[in-house]
């Protein structure tokens, strides 16, 4: 190509060029511009904004069928659908005309949502031939081929109050949606936006059918109102500055809203419509007049919320207003209204649904956020989300299509600092909640603020907010209507800050960021309070419950309303803890890797920036050392839960055993008991081979009474391998529990009844002696009272004083029982000094063998006692039957004599001849 001078070039063209005109095909460039506004309720959001916009306080949308004549429109027989949205803001002024036949002008107010000058060209998606009209005007777009022409009129019918758009020709299918389902979904996303509407309080939605167009005023098929009240105690003075110093505010307010929602329902149907079918075109719709009769029911939804509003004061750089100014064709706002929607448990509490002004429940639909993040508004909602339980709206500028928020460039750097500033806004409403509870609080007579009381408040708070359908009746306890004032107050801090979780925000993660980035950021220096089940605490101070240690801990605790948990199990949560002594792989509970294993919640925000901690095993140590002895119910938990802790790989050994020395306990009488002291544990199955219920009892009592041995119950809630392995303990030495059982005599020998039960029990402890040790367990029983006996006047007898029932040849001898025989082993019986012989002497001194008829034959029975016993009978024994005169003669006279006296055999002539012969 040749080298021609650009310069020469655009002269030549300029002075010497031919003139034209560059074409614009309109029908395309609307076409265009409906493709970037898709959306539902699109021409709807523009037309209602553009009525706040206007200052209306109320809003009127009808959908009209009609039935048509014939001339100048559809054939006899067929319907026409129009839409007419009336507002009663301010009528349209001159540059209002103007502007509304200029496409992309835009508002060159800057106060107002509308930017790109569009956003009313979205009614054509609707009507081919839109018509406006206000105060005593009428304009009518019209399609000339591809050019779009208007008509316009002086409208002397108009009352000169009102503006009405009417969107003749919709389809039918667009209205007969909108008098079914749609409508009713036309009414919540109006209804959604209701609270941020800066004069708008009232929007009506009428469907006029064939069959009540004679009606001269039907009641709405929806009616959408609000009313708004200040919140004094949530409304405050403080300066402050956004991250770029672009804004800057010194009052917030907070407003409850009663948002309402009326919607008329014919019986048998769940839409807010008259008829649930399309018409065919030749066919008359079928439905029912919307004038209220026994057929509808008129069904009322009121939703209560929290506004948070604070007015941000713009000041921008030169540089960047003039950028922005050149972007959006007119100037940044000098301020901008920030506001933010949440519901209090308040809120959520006091919302309904009534059907003829009955209640009947409180659904999900009375609750706006269901633990999901909000979305950002431009007036309406827009497709980007907030991270937190809140809709925000503020003077953010969208892209064209409103579904994201602007970052780029200029506009880029005010929509960060208008976040920012959002953000600094919730860290001041947050500062503001957090304050302590004054104590000066008048509480009715029995009211107080204890740690327990709120405990029960954080979990009424839980049922409410999690369980969307529930119905609520109050704060106070059933059968109570006191309710201290720091209840109240301890809801908003919770809810406040349940609210904040901080989570993904989409598309745009920026939006997040900027929001948790400015609300943690703002006031450094001051000190951060969380709630707690305790009340407001220093957040150093406050612990996210892990593992289980909170029912053990007195640390003030985040609610658990603030914690959003995974569903894994602690053991597959955790990272291996780190070091070379790591031997057994012990698994580290840390800030960090708790927060990764929770859901988008405050605690998790917290956790990330060392806010708070989560609740540690030193942490328990130091409660227990500190605190006063627990109850035994709480130390088998507690043990318990220690044992899981090691299996899982939790915890270690050494932290085990540092936090054993920390736990004690009371007993039943009332002494402490310290888990470090107890070396042994006393199995299950001893107690029961007692035969006696009270003997097992007497059994349980003294294990639960000795320092040394680990209470039966806490014997019960563990594994014998638990109480062997993790907790070191070893069972009761046999000679032990043998003295255990000897030191209870009294006790433990009560009755015959109960001495055989704890004699059957020691002598199943004898086998596991050493060998020679149950010398020692004789020496102690000889001179006890402990063996029953058939003597009815001695029923417990020492062992030394008792006999075998083998000895049955005299009659009153303390012999002990067959029951006795029967359980313990004739071995033991003898160690403990039961005697199997008769003492000689003593028997023959008796008066059985001394004196009685039957002496003689009591004698013989001696006597075969003694052949079949002689080699235990000892020599003074047989000295002592030598030397004593206890065999009968036949010397006639009756007489005992000395055994060497006597001769033996039953010779008549040696009995004659007077020989002292013994009686056999």
């Known amino acids: 190509m040749d080298s021609v001078s650009v310069t020469s070039l655009r002269a030549r063209l300029v002075s010497q060029g031919k003139a034209g005109i560059v074409r614009v095909n309109q029908r395309s460039l609307v076409d265009k511009l409906l493709g970037r506004y898709k959306g539902e309720h699109t021409a709807f959001r523009e037309l209602v904004q553009n009525s706040d916009d206007a200052g209306a306080s109320q809003v009127r949308i009808t959908f009209q ?26 009528v349209f002024r001159p540059e209002d005309w103007e502007r509304l036949q200029s496409i992309a002008d835009g508002n060159p107010d800057e106060n107002t949502t509308g930017m790109f000058g569009v956003g009313f060209y979205s009614v054509f998606s609707l009507s081919e031939s839109p018509i406006v009209r206000s105060g005593k005007q009428a304009l009518m777009f019209m399609w000339d081929e591809t050019q779009l022409v208007t008509r316009s009129i002086d409208d002397h019918d108009g009352d000169g109050k009102w503006s009405e758009i009417i969107l003749h020709g919709v389809g039918s299918d667009v209205v007969e949606e909108l008098h079914g389902a749609g409508g009713s979904r036309l009414a919540r996303y109006l209804a959604e936006m209701l609270p941020f509407a800066r004069t708008l309080t009232d929007i009506q939605i009428f469907n006029i059918r064939p069959d009540n167009q004679e009606t001269s005023c039907p009641p709405p098929t929806f009616h959408i109102s609000k009313a708004v009240q200040i919140i004094p105690s949530l409304s405050f003075k403080q300066q402050a500055q956004s991250p770029a110093t672009f804004f800057s505010t010194n009052t917030i307010a907070a407003h409850e809203v009663a948002l309402t929602l009326k919607t008329q329902r014919t019986r048998g149907s769940s839409s807010g419509s008259s008829s649930s079918s399309t018409p065919a075109h030749h066919d008359p719709p079928s439905s029912k007049t919307p004038t209220p009769s ?24 030169p540089h960047t207003a003039e950028h922005i100014a050149n972007e959006l064709k007119k100037n940044a706002p000098a301020q901008t209204r920030v506001c933010m929607v949440y519901q209090r448990c308040t809120d959520i509490d006091r919302s309904y649904v009534a059907k ?16 999901r993040g909000g979305h950002i508004f431009v007036g309406f909602s827009t497709g980007q989300t907030t991270g937190v339980a809140m809709d925000i709206s503020a003077q953010l500028y969208p892209t064209m299509e409103r579904e994201h928020i602007d970052f780029n460039a200029d506009i880029g750097k005010w929509n960060k600092d208008l976040l920012g500033m959002c953000g600094t806004i919730l860290r001041l409403v947050y500062n503001h909640l957090m304050r302590p509870v004054p104590s000066n609080n008048k509480k009715k007579k029995g009211a107080h603020a204890s740690p327990a009381k709120s405990a029960g408040v954080i979990r009424w708070l839980a049922n409410t907010v999690t369980s969307a ?112 002594k790591n031997k057994n792989k012990t698994l580290a509970v840390t800030n960090a890797s708790t927060a990764a294993n929770l859901g988008p919640c405050f605690a998790r925000a917290l956790l990330y920036r060392d806010l708070v901690h989560v609740l540690t095993f030193t942490d328990l140590s130091q409660d227990l050392h500190s605190g006063t002895a627990r109850s035994e119910s709480d130390v088998i938990a507690l043990m318990q839960a220690m044992a899981r802790w090691l299996e899982s790989r939790l915890m270690s050994k050494d932290e085990l055993v540092t936090l054993s020395r920390a736990v004690t306990w009371r007993d039943a009488a009332g002494k402490v008991r310290h888990l470090d002291q107890v070396k042994h544990y006393v199995p299950e199955n001893v107690a029961g081979q007692a035969t006696e219920d009270d003997v097992a009892g007497l059994i349980t009592t003294m294990q639960a009474s000795s320092p040394d041995i680990l209470p039966p119950a806490m014997v019960s809630a563990l594994s014998s391998q638990q109480l062997d392995h993790i907790f070191s303990l070893t069972k009761l030495p046999a000679l032990k529990m043998i003295t255990m059982i000897v030191g209870h005599a009294k006790e433990m020998f009560h009755s015959p009844a109960r001495a055989l039960s704890s004699l059957r029990l020691i002598s199943t402890q004898l086998g596991g002696l050493e060998k020679g040790k149950d010398t020692e367990v004789f020496q102690m029983l000889k001179n006890i ?4 006996t058939t003597d009815p006047s001695k029923p417990l007898a020492r062992p030394s004083d008792t006999f075998m029932p083998s000895v049955n040849f005299v009659a009153n001898l303390p012999r002990v029982t067959q029951d006795v025989v029967d359980n313990i082993a004739p071995r033991y019986l003898l160690g403990m000094g039961v005697h199997e012989n008769v003492d000689i002497k003593m028997l023959l001194t008796s008066p059985e063998y001394s004196s009685g008829p039957e002496w003689q034959a009591n004698v013989r029975a001696v006597l075969a006692h003694v052949a079949k016993t002689r080699d235990a009978l000892q020599p003074a024994d047989w000295k002592y039957m030598r030397e004593v005169p206890f065999l009968p003669s036949y010397n006639g006279r009756g007489t005992r004599e000395v055994a060497s006296n006597l001769y033996f055999g039953d010779d008549a002539n040696l009995r004659d001849l007077g020989f002292p012969v013994l009686v056999w």
Not at 300 to 307: D, F, G, P, Q, S
Not at 359 to 370: A, N
Request: aromatic residues 8%; charged residues 20%; hydrophobic residues 35%.
């Open 785 to 788: 009272p402990c063996l029953p």
């Open 469 to 580: 359908a529930a119905s609520i009746a109050g704060y106070a306890p059933e059968g109570s209507d006191d309710v201290p004032p720091h209840i109240s107050v301890l809801d908003e801090q919770v809810t406040f800050a349940r609210a904040l979780f901080f989570g993904d925000s989409t598309p745009a993660g920026d939006v997040s960021s900027l929001l948790s980035g400015q609300f943690f950021a703002h006031n450094p220096g001051s000190t951060f309070l969380v709630p707690s089940v305790q009340g407001v605490v220093q957040c150093q101070a406050a612990r996210v419950p892990v593992l289980g240690l909170e029912a053990f801990c007195s640390r003030p605790l985040l609610p658990d309303q603030l914690i959003l948990r995974s569903d894994e199990p602690d053991d597959q949560q955790w990272q291996v803890r780190p070091g070379k």
């Open 65 to 90: 069928t009609s039935a048509h004549s014939g001339k100048d429109g559809p054939p006899e027989g067929r319907y026409e659908y129009t839409i007419r949205l009336a507002n009663n803001g301010r």
């Open 294 to 317: 026994s057929d509808t029911d008129i069904e009322t939804e009121v939703t209560y919320m929290t506004l948070i509003e604070a007015m941000a004061q713009a000041r921008l750089d």
């Open 356 to 371: 003829d002004g009955a209640r009947i429940s409180s659904p999900e639909s009375t609750q706006r956020f269901h633990d």
